[in-house]
């Protein structure tokens, strides 16, 4: 066995592990940091399909901007609320039952179409190309985003403020 399935199987345990303890933790931040720990495996998983550019950005947006984003919301509400937050789990049968269909529907799927197992090789610079479309094609779109952010940061650091 090479090291690209041990690496996919690693990431798979890490990627389970992390993704069952966000959502029975009872610690709302100890749940965000096992969050950053799943979307940081997602980024070794689409190192490891050659995407270079979906790792950086998994990394820099995901892990990075949106975990920042909701343990500052998480310590400016329980600022607000004056209480620690906690996070309950009254649903977990149902949620359970459900994750397990959409896992049998998933396999039963697969099972009668299998994967192709050979991978067809990228052809040219991604990286090149995704860039040049979010600057020409997408400006519109991106620039949005970036306005939005800076008002969601805004609102935020206004609330996070000392009363006076």
Same mark, same amino acid.
């Given at each position: ?7 996919? &199987? ?5 990627? =389970?592990?992390?993704?069952?303890? =966000? ?10 940091? &096992? ?39 998480? #310590?400016?509400?329980? !600022?607000?609320?004056?209480? !620690? ?5 009254? *649903? ?14 998933? =396999?039963?799927?697969?099972? !009668? *179409?299998?994967?192709?197992?050979? *991978?067809?090789?990228? #052809? @040219?610079?991604l990286t090149r190309v995704v860039g ?13 985003? @970036? ?13 996070? !403020?000392?009363?006076?």
């Amino acid at each position: 066995m090479t090291a690209e399935p041990l690496a996919f &199987w690693f990431l798979s345990v890490v990627l =389970v592990g992390s993704a069952l303890a =966000v959502v029975l933790s009872k610690n709302l931040f100890h749940s965000v940091l &096992w969050l950053a720990l799943a979307l940081t495996g997602t980024a070794g998983v689409f190192l490891l399909l050659d995407s270079e550019f979906l790792a950086a950005v998994q990394l820099l947006l995901y892990a990075g901007g949106v975990i920042t984003i909701v343990v500052f919301a998480i #310590v400016v509400t329980e !600022r607000l609320v004056g209480q !620690r937050i906690s996070q309950t789990n009254n *649903r977990i049968a149902g949620g359970a039952f459900i994750a397990m269909a959409l896992l049998a529907l998933i =396999v039963s799927t697969i099972v !009668r *179409r299998p994967l192709p197992v050979t *991978r067809l090789p990228a #052809v @040219g610079d991604l990286t090149r190309v995704v860039g040049e479309k979010v600057l020409t094609t997408f400006v519109l779109p991106f620039e949005l985003l @970036g306005v939005l952010m800076l008002a969601a940061m805004l609102s935020a650091i206004y609330f996070a !403020r000392p009363e006076e």
